[in-house]
């Protein structure tokens, strides 16, 4: 290790076999530490807020508060958790909601456990992980709902000050 402090991680992941191989895999390298598991979205938040982890792998399937608003109420509640949720399958809708809550990456079980670790180290040096596939409809996603928000918010200035009395 050379002195220097090991990642700190929160493990929530609903299926017990996976989260141990993951577990496994995660305490076999010599700079990463699993400091916490859980097996729902309110363990995961309670077991964040107790130990302050560098980062949380996040099921986004979670039961009793999904990954995704888990992702949330972490990063409002830890300060400098980087958080990784982890998914089934390359989801385009779960990644903008991940991103959205806040989430620092997004990475589909199906890829080895190595691409794993490497994305944990990633994730907790403060890049940003998004599957190559997956990027250029986040990037068209995002600027449509821009474009959204550009249209109501343009429609909303030619209101009269009377019928922005009324809407308010």
Same mark, same amino acid.
């Given at each position: 290790?050379?002195?220097? &402090?090991?990642? #700190?991680?929160?493990?929530?992941?609903?299926?017990?076999?996976?989260?141990? @191989?993951? &577990?496994?895999?995660?305490?076999?390298?010599?700079? =990463?530490?699993?400091?916490?598991?859980?097996?729902? /979205?309110?363990?995961?938040?309670?077991?964040?807020? #107790?130990?302050?982890?560098?980062?949380? *792998?996040?099921?986004?399937? *979670? $039961?009793?508060?999904?990954?995704?608003?888990?992702?949330?109420?972490?990063?409002?509640?830890?300060?400098?958790?980087?958080? =990784?949720?982890?998914?089934?399958?390359?989801?385009?809708?779960? =990644?903008? +909601?991940?991103?959205?809550?806040?989430?620092?990456?997004?990475?589909?079980?199906?890829?080895?456990?190595?691409?794993?670790? @490497?994305?944990?180290? @990633?994730?907790?040096?403060?890049?940003?992980?998004? $599957?190559?596939?997956?990027?250029?409809?986040? *990037?068209?996603? =995002?600027? /449509?709902?821009?474009? +959204?928000?550009?249209?109501? *918010?343009?429609?909303?200035?030619?209101?009269? $000050?009377?019928?922005?009395?009324?809407?308010?």
């Amino acid at each position: 290790m050379n002195g220097r &402090k090991k990642t #700190r991680i929160l493990l929530a992941e609903r299926q017990s076999l996976f989260r141990e @191989a993951v &577990k496994a895999a995660l305490e076999n390298e010599d700079d =990463l530490e699993v400091v916490a598991e859980a097996c729902d /979205g309110l363990q995961a938040i309670a077991e964040a807020e #107790r130990t302050r982890p560098d980062v949380a *792998l996040l099921d986004a399937g *979670l $039961p009793n508060c999904d990954g995704i608003r888990a992702a949330s109420l972490i990063r409002q509640r830890v300060d400098g958790c980087r958080i =990784l949720v982890l998914s089934g399958e390359e989801d385009e809708t779960l =990644l903008l +909601e991940a991103v959205e809550a806040g989430a620092n990456g997004y990475l589909s079980k199906e890829y080895p456990l190595a691409e794993l670790i @490497a994305a944990t180290r @990633a994730i907790s040096r403060g890049e940003t992980l998004i $599957p190559q596939r997956l990027l250029g409809t986040l *990037l068209r996603r =995002l600027i /449509g709902r821009q474009r +959204e928000r550009d249209i109501v *918010l343009e429609r909303m200035s030619r209101l009269t $000050p009377r019928e922005r009395e009324v809407l308010a």
